[in-house]
């Protein structure tokens, strides 16, 4: 049987949500029905080594910005070219180029698939009008050339496409999904050292909101709790300089603790008692799934789609117009609840859809669909 050629066109391949994503879809895809491959800008991306373990290809390619525009364009149809069955684009509005480009290169099933429901950047700064003007002509490429529309959430998929279609037949909700065997363990060591630990998952931005988990960790040492919140995530950039010195004005080392880019953090979840997420908004946040499934009591920024909550009252939604002294009292309160049992969140899980391998096969059965309409 012939494999079906899919090419999945998502940035770098590196760490991050969108991409742990991916790999639960590769892992669990079947190898004698896809043949999935995937972009990236980066010489040696994080997922490289397992992708090509998986029979998988990291195909590199140049970015979208500034003068490198039109030579990514070219760049891309060469790989796509007499190559590939599906594009399955994750760019946000840069999915327009890579779905007119897939159109070009006679790509006949080009799937888009929405994850945010904001287009600032990482600094929290919203486009100017050239970039406004280029999301615009973006999105009626994307209307235009996606025969596929799928989205993490009904937020997301509202924002990309508009509500119009997310009423037609073509259009996918398809949540974010968990490798439940990875995250749902026995508690080693919650209290290590006498303190409870409390975790914090992404990239340093200010989206994520690291600057105010430091005001959270102040306000936790005003009293004096051995509560200590555990950051992790990639490590080097701006944001993080700012709150390592915001860290060392307040004194507060002991409270807050980065931990860099782990491989490990089903363990960290493991070692932890509660979770914490004061993101400025999210699409569908999948370290929420993970937390949950570790049976974590979750504090989180009520500033994005409520189709994350398993529904069993691991998540306390709060506005982050509160104060983190307020938060240091609900991550206070959180360390010290019970969570359900297994089988309650097995059952949540099972119900919403979240586990990888329903996740892997609602994809796949939207790319045999597609690939199978246009025989």
Known sequence: MKKIRVLIVSGNMDVGGIENQLMHLLRNADKDKFQIDFTTNMEHPFYEEEILSLGGKCIRICNTEGKHF??????????????????????????????????????????????????????????????????????????RYATQFCACSSPAGEFLYGKEITKNENYNLVFNSIDVSKFMRPKENANYDGWANVLQIGRFTNVKNQLFSVEIANEIRKTN??????????????????????????????????????????????ACKAFLLPSLYEGMPLVLLEAQTAALNCVVADTFSHEADFGIGLINWLSLESGSRVWAEKIAEATELKAPDETVIMNAINKHGFDSKSFCEKICSIYEKDYHRFM
């Open 70 to 143: 039109f030579r990514y364009c070219k760049e891309l149809y060469d790989v796509l070219k007499g190559k590939y069955d599906v594009v399955h684009s994750h760019e946000l509005y840069h999915s327009g180029l890579v779905l007119l480009t897939a159109k070009l290169a006679g790509v006949k099933s080009r799937i888009v698939h929405a994850h945010n429901i904001s287009d600032a950047d990482e600094n929290d700064s919203y486009p100017g009008i050239v970039r406004k003007i280029y999301n615009f002509a973006m999105r009626r490429l994307i209307l």
């Open 225 to 270: 709790k051995k509560i200590r919140i555990l950051c992790v995530g990639n490590n080097g950039n701006d944001y993080e300089q700012e709150v390592k010195k915001k860290i060392n004005e307040y004194g507060v080392s002991e409270y807050i603790q980065l931990l860099g880019v782990r491989k490990d953090v089903a363990n960290i979840m493991a």
